[in-house]
T-cell receptor
Framework: QKEVEQNSGPLSVPEGAIASLNCTYSDRGSQSFFWYRQYSGKSPELIMFIYSNGDKEDGRFTAQLNKASQYVSLLIRDSQPSDSATYLC?????????????????FGQGTILTVHP | EPEVTQTPSHQVTQMGQEVILRCVPISNHLYFYWYRQILGQKVEFLVS????????KSEIFDDQFSVERPDGSNFTLKIRSTKLEDSAMYFC?????????????FGEGSRLTVL
């Protein structure tokens, strides 16, 4: 069973602080990793993807990947109350056929983030 | 901005009834998916569909489930005989490319309540 684990939280940070969200995965062959944001009752919305070891920055968001440790994280700098949501880590566990990935994602249970003013 | 649209947004049905959930993926996308999320639980993969056939399916996607792309635009999920445990939010998603990093675009979901 391919698992993706997240600390369900809730994680509470003050406005302007850095929020750090963590995720581990069990399938060492996983190639690509995604962070989604999900507001209550809404669909997942992609924030970032990463597939190389190291850091990837996009605005206030930084994703970090360590394949040796099977660990992915998301840092949110200058957190805003509008960042309050559930953050889902997802891993591409798709089978590949002829070089094509069918894009099946395995999701973690999500971390609830609350940014308080 | 192109989006994935789903209908109905909410359906209530009696146990044992058939349900069809409909999705219109983004027009130039080639890969289509159904995921579901039981309230308070993980988003779970059900099935992926490419080139007019199922490419992958999960253990959840048993014989009571089927998918179809009847007319080149709609993508449907049929649940033949609903059970109480089928109550969930069902998300349709589509993707343009076969790259590992290709972004999945999710629809807003169809909430299914089985009584």
């Amino acid at each position: 069973q391919k698992e993706v684990e997240q600390n369900s939280g809730p994680l509470s940070v003050p406005e302007g602080a850095i929020a750090s969200l963590n995720c581990t995965y069990s399938d060492r062959g996983s190639q690509s990793f995604f962070w989604y944001r999900q507001y209550s009752g809404k669909s997942p919305e992609l924030i970032m993807f990463i597939y190389s070891n190291g850091d990837k920055e996009d605005g206030r968001f930084t994703a970090q990947l360590n394949k040796a440790s099977q660990y992915v994280s998301l840092l949110i700098r200058d957190s805003q109350p509008s960042d309050s949501a559930t953050y889902l880590c997802a891993v591409n566990n798709s089978i590949n056929a002829g070089g094509t990935s069918y894009g099946k994602l395995t999701f973690g249970q999500g971390t609830i983030l609350t940014v308080h003013p | 901005e192109p989006e994935v649209t789903q209908t109905p947004s909410h359906q209530v049905t009696q146990m044992g009834q058939e349900v069809i959930l409909r999705c219109v993926p983004i027009s130039n996308h080639l890969y289509f998916y159904w995921y579901r999320q039981i309230l308070g639980q993980k988003v779970e993969f059900l099935v992926s569909f490419y080139n007019n056939e199922i490419s992958e399916k999960s253990e959840i996607f048993d014989d009571q489930f089927s998918v179809e792309r009847p007319d080149g635009s709609n993508f449907t999920l049929k649940i033949r005989s609903t059970k109480l445990e089928d109550s969930a939010m069902y998300f349709c998603a589509s993707r343009k490319t076969g790259l590992d990093t290709g972004e999945l675009f999710f629809g807003e979901g169809s909430r299914l309540t089985v009584l």
